[in-house]
């Protein structure tokens, strides 16, 4: 008798009750035959639902009108389908195979890689022109509000010192924008410029609403180097121009729902890790966006990029240790692939001889 031929011992239950049937089980012209003492059933085969092989779980097979049948044996169930080219699909032997799985994984973490470094930074620049101005003036508007209340304090210049700063902002944006065909002023744009004094340090950053505020100490830092603080205002235009902010938010939003789906049953601590990292990441992409506009910015404006050194170079006599924020904080790229592009980038100015 061939191995299709060999019947094979089972349990059948019919869904009535708990009592198991010891029944012989065949195949005969696709159909499922179960023969036992006083039991026999024909069942269409394509209507067997075959669990899927375990390393040690019991074997089992469903019916539609809720009956089933369970091996005695699972190498000789096994080998049972085997022969009759049953319940073995290709995904089952997939997860069967540690080659397979070993490639599953690889693929698996390659599209997560790829997802992380891309996709979402894909994402949310495809999105953010979706987003109504009127969301980033809200969230810019709070965020101050919220600043104004917790960290920074009303700025100690005098009122003719922040005039000249907005004037000066303004001319400096006028200059030839490729953006536009007509220059527009920041302040005609709704970029404000905001002073304020903090313990922060010398400082300056965007809002999504395009709130520019900049710091007392940058100011006094940077008094006898107009330029360089045009070019550092030039830069957080960028951030506006661009919407970083909101760019961020959505870019940090997708990612902590990714890692909480993925890890916020395991570590809170955990789910956060991959949303923090990947938020200083993409901070560092969008820093070297704005650095491409403020260098643009200083063209146009006959500034050297070059320049931009100073900054770094009194930051850090004021903070030898590093513990600065604002333009030279953790999330931009290091300072010395900042000033290496500052400095090349006198060699590009369109305006040069």
Same mark, same amino acid.
């Given at each position: %008798?061939?191995?299709? +031929? ?23 012209? +696709? %159909? ?5 003492? +006083? @039991? ?8 067997? &639902? ?11 097979? !469903? ?5 089933? =049948? ?7 169930? $096994? /080998? ?12 089952? #032997? ?25 996709? *979402? ?8 022109? *979706? ?10 508007? #709070?965020?101050?509000?919220? %600043? $104004?209340? &917790?960290?920074? !304090?009303?700025?100690? *210049? ?11 902002? /303004? @001319? ?27 313990? =922060? ?5 965007? *809002?999504? +609403? ?5 710091? $007392? ?7 006898? #180097? ?27 939003? @997708? ?23 990947? !938020? ?17 910015? %200083? ?25 600065? @924020? ?8 290091? /300072?010395?692939?900042? =000033? ?14």
């Amino acid at each position: %008798m061939s191995a299709t +031929d060999m019947p094979l011992l089972v349990d059948y239950f019919d869904g009535l009750s708990a009592r198991a049937h010891r029944v012989s089980m065949r195949l005969h012209q +696709d %159909m499922l035959q179960l023969t036992g003492p +006083d @039991l026999f059933r024909q069942i269409a085969i394509n209507k067997v &639902q075959w669990s899927e092989r375990t390393r040690h779980g019991i074997r089992n097979a !469903h019916f539609m009108d809720g009956g089933s =049948i369970q091996s005695l044996d699972n190498g000789h169930w $096994d /080998d049972w389908l085997k022969a009759h080219h049953l319940g073995e699909t290709m995904v089952v #032997r997939a997860q069967q195979s540690w080659r397979w799985t070993a490639l599953a994984t690889g693929v698996l973490l390659l599209v997560a890689v790829l997802g992380y470094w891309w996709g *979402l930074p894909m994402a949310a620049r495809a999105l953010t022109p *979706l987003i109504p101005a009127a969301v980033d003036q809200e969230i810019g508007q #709070r965020t101050l509000q919220a %600043m $104004d209340e &917790q960290w920074l !304090h009303p700025s100690q *210049l005098g009122e003719p010192v922040q005039a000249h700063w907005r004037q000066k902002f /303004d @001319l400096a944006a006028q200059q030839g924008s490729p953006r536009q065909t007509v220059a527009v002023t920041p302040s005609q744009a709704g970029i404000r410029l905001h002073f304020r004094h903090a313990t =922060i340090g010398p400082n300056a950053f965007a *809002l999504p +609403d395009g709130s520019i505020v900049v710091t $007392d100490e940058l100011i006094a830092l940077l008094q006898d #180097r107009e330029d360089v603080i045009l070019g550092i205002l030039g830069h957080e235009l960028g951030h506006v121009q661009l919407r970083h902010g909101l760019r961020t938010l959505i870019q940090t939003g @997708l990612l902590g729902v990714i890692s909480s789906a993925a890890f916020g049953d395991f570590s809170t601590w955990l789910a956060g890790a991959p949303a923090l990292l990947g !938020h200083l990441a993409y901070s560092r992409n969008l820093e070297r966006e704005a650095d491409d506009v403020a260098i643009a910015f %200083m063209h146009r404006n006959h500034i050297k990029p070059s320049v931009m050194v100073v900054f770094f170079q009194r930051l850090k006599a004021k903070h030898p240790s590093g513990q600065d @924020l604002g333009i030279a904080f953790s999330s931009h790229p290091a /300072d010395a692939e900042r =000033i290496a592009r500052f400095k090349a980038a006198d060699l590009d100015d369109p305006a040069a001889p």
